[in-house]
C-alpha cells in the first residue's frame, strides 16, 4: 500500500480508484474541518462537495515535486470549495444582496465573508435601522471608527452617535436573550 501522496497521487491520475480512494482517506481531517465550519445540519452533504472538489483537483494537479506542495494544492482546493459553498449558501438566503445594498466597502465581506452567520445577524438588524442610523454603525463596527470621528465626518453631534450605537446594542441584547429563551 502506497503511504507517499505524491505516489498516490500520481497512481490515481493514472486511473487507479483506490489511490483516489486513499488520498480522500488522507484528507478526511481537512475535510471534517472545512465541513463543521460550514454547517452541523448539512454535514454530509458538506463532506461529499469537499470530496468531490478533491476529486476534481486531483485530476488537475500541475506538477507533482514534493509532498508538501501537493498538500498544500488539495488543502487549497478544499478551502476555496468551502468558501465556494459559503457564497452560495449565502445567496440562497439574500444575505449577500442585503449586506452588498447597505455596506458595499464591508472588510468582512471582502476577505472571505468571514463569519457568514453573524453577518446574516448583523444586516437584519441592520435592515431595521434608518439610512442616517445604518450609515452610522457601519462606520462604528466594520471601520472601527470611533464615535467623535464618525459625528464630524456625518456634521452630528458626538452625543447622537453613541445614542444610535448603545441603542442598536441593546436590540442586539434584546434579540439575543429573546433567542435563548426559546
Given at each position: ?35 463543521r465550519r460550514l454547517s452541523y445540519h448539512d454535514f ?139
Open positions: 500500500m502506497k503511504e507517499n501522496l505524491t505516489e498516490l497521487i500520481r497512481e490515481s491520475q493514472k486511473g487507479n480508484q483506490e489511490c483516489l480512494l486513499l488520498i480522500i482517506e488522507k484528507l478526511k481531517p481537512a475535510i471534517h474541518k472545512y465541513a454530509e452533504d458538506t463532506v461529499a462537495e469537499l470530496e468531490l472538489a478533491v476529486l476534481e483537483s486531483v485530476k488537475k494537479i500541475p506538477s507533482i515535486k514534493n509532498e508538501a506542495q501537493c498538500l498544500a494544492f488539495l488543502i487549497k482546493a478544499i478551502e476555496h470549495k468551502h468558501w465556494e459553498l459559503i457564497r452560495k449558501r449565502c445567496k440562497v438566503s439574500g444575505a449577500e444582496v442585503l449586506m452588498d445594498e447597505q455596506c458595499p466597502d464591508c472588510p468582512y465581506w471582502e476577505y472571505g465573508y468571514g463569519n457568514c452567520e453573524l453577518m446574516l445577524d448583523v444586516g437584519k438588524l441592520l435592515s431595521k435601522c434608518s439610512a442616517r442610523q445604518r450609515e452610522i454603525l457601519l462606520a462604528i463596527i466594520f471601520e472601527g471608527k470611533t464615535s467623535s470621528l464618525v459625528a464630524a465626518e456625518l456634521h452630528t453631534t458626538r452625543q447622537y452617535v453613541n445614542r444610535v450605537k448603545n441603542k442598536w446594542l441593546e436590540q442586539i441584547k434584546k434579540e439575543i436573550y429573546t433567542e435563548e429563551a426559546m
